[in-house]
């Protein structure tokens, strides 16, 4: 089967061989071009029917990416074109949609994001990717009441975040791609008593294997071929303040040593230097995998693992907290509708429907990512289900699929739990806890945080209880969230 090939376009030399790595691993063939005008050639010579999609930097000399990118659409008007970029704001990405653009992403970008990027560019099947990580730059750095969302499951999350914000202790954030894992750490510097002091972040899936000691811990000048000056390093621009490691699991096992030695002792040694540096930093860290099956399988140190995880925050998915999903989707047309070039500020009820009935895989990010694309096309104020066209054909089964127990919610359960069986004998404690679980899940539609919360009890007790009476054998394949609980 031949490789599809990825025309990299970037003035810069070492991004280039970094996207062009990353492209690789992914399975796919590169071209490189240095500079617009190159790219330009390539797409109009003798090899530009072999070139399947373009990363392309949004600032070059010469030729800019956008105008790059207005000459080249009406030759190719479905070649799917990535705009990736330093340097942006809600304008650019605008523009940049408008241009053509398929995707906008930020530097540096993980290889996750690209990877995830292009199989979405280039699989039109695929409803929705990482698109537009820029969106995450719209708001500020938020406070923990600030964060939307009102799962229990989350804010209890967020609640141990929130404590654990004013002890100098180190913090893992686990969850999903795309949960908000980020937020959360910039809610906890925030909170935090270095607030005042930087907050340094490092995708640490976007760096090199070969550059990582020297991203994290600096280099002399000399140090290496291509080191022609010295260095800080990401941990001497966080000290005083915070360094959050997003993707840490990403990291190769030479560097998790010197990080630990790191943690343990606020010494660091730059490549090439002689002696240590004592940097005051705390450490929050941020993964999609789970670092113990890492840890069984050898990819990750034991004692690092222990060291980060002395207060774990995990982060729902989106998918688990479904009553979020209309709250978030009115946050962030509001914040995108003050933006200039953005006309649409509100959401239909059809349009909330559409986005609560789909799974999010890509979780709160591709959320804000699909609502940014629907507003950015969107000519008139409210956005409809027809804004969303990607998402209509996998979200209206599922959709469906709610509305039905929802009926019968309304009528075969409605009725009062009667306290006396069909022999006229008060009935069992247990079954009496059955019918009422089993009415507090149809009303609430499956989702069991929000069961919890009505039926005041906690998550853990539910599921346990779910366990016991076999609650769930009752509602056969209708209802997904109640398999993915119980």
């Not at 650019?92 to 398929?102: D, I, Y």
């Not at 999010?360 to 694309?373: D, E």
């Not at 009528?411 to 009935?427: E, Y």
């Amino acid at each position: 089967m031949t490789k599809q090939t990825v025309l990299v376009v970037d003035d810069e030399s070492g991004q280039r061989r970094i996207t062009e790595s990353v492209a690789a691993r992914a399975g796919y063939a590169t071209l490189e071009a240095e500079h617009g005008q190159a790219a330009l050639d390539l797409l109009t010579g003798p090899r530009a029917k072999a070139i399947d999609a373009v990363i392309l930097d949004y600032n070059m000399p010469g030729k800019t990416g956008i105008e790059v990118l207005r000459e080249l659409r009406p030759q190719f008007p479905l070649l799917p074109v990535i705009m990736l970029t330093a340097h942006s704001s809600v304008s650019t990405a605008v523009e940049a949609m408008r241009a053509g653009a398929s995707d906008f992403l930020l530097k540096p970008a993980s290889a996750d994001r690209i990877t995830r990027a292009l199989a979405s560019a280039l699989d039109q099947k695929t409803p929705g990717g990482e698109l537009r990580p820029l969106t995450e730059k719209l708001p500020d750095s938020l406070g923990f009441a600030e964060i939307v969302g009102s799962d229990a499951g989350f804010r209890a999350a967020l609640a141990v975040a929130e404590k654990a914000a004013q002890k100098n202790v180190p913090i893992l954030v686990e969850g999903e791609s795309g949960v908000g894992k980020e937020v959360v750490a910039q809610a906890v510097h925030a909170a935090s008593p270095r607030r005042n002091k930087p907050l340094v972040i490092v995708n640490c899936g976007a760096i090199p294997s070969n550059l990582v000691e020297s991203v994290l811990f600096g280099h002399e000048k000399g140090a290496f071929t291509g080191a022609i000056e010295k260095h800080v390093g990401r941990f001497g621009e966080a000290d005083g303040g915070t360094l959050f490691l997003d993707e840490i699991g990403e990291l190769p096992l030479d560097a998790q040593v010197k990080l630990l030695r790191a943690l343990q002792t606020g010494q660091i040694e730059p490549v090439g230097s002689r002696g240590h540096v004592t940097v005051d930093v705390r450490l929050i860290a941020a993964t999609n995998r789970n670092l113990a099956e890492e840890v069984r399988e050898g990819r990750f140190r034991e004692d690092l693992f222990y060291r980060l995880g002395v207060v774990p925050v995990t982060i729902p998915p989106l998918r688990e907290r479904r009553g979020d999903i209309a709250a978030l989707a009115r946050h962030f047309v509001r914040r995108l509708g003050a933006e200039e070039g953005v006309s649409a500020s509100d959401l239909s009820d059809d349009a909330l429907a559409l986005l609560e009935a789909y799974d999010w895989p890509g979780n709160v990010r591709q959320l804000q990512n699909a609502l940014f694309r629907a507003a950015v096309l969107c000519e008139g104020t409210r956005l409809t289900a027809l804004d969303f066209p990607q998402l209509a054909g996998v979200a209206a089964p599922r959709r469906m699929a709610q509305q039905a127990p929802a009926r019968a919610a309304s009528s075969d359960l409605s009725g009062d739990v009667s306290l006396f069986g069909d022999d006229g004998k008060l009935r069992r404690l247990e079954d009496l806890e059955a019918e009422i679980i089993r009415k507090a899940i149809h009303h609430c539609r499956g989702r069991m945080s929000e069961v919890a919360r009505r039926l005041g009890i906690g998550r853990s007790t539910l599921y346990r209880k779910l366990g016991e009476m076999a609650v769930t054998d009752d509602f056969g394949d209708h209802d997904d969230d109640v398999r993915t609980f119980a």
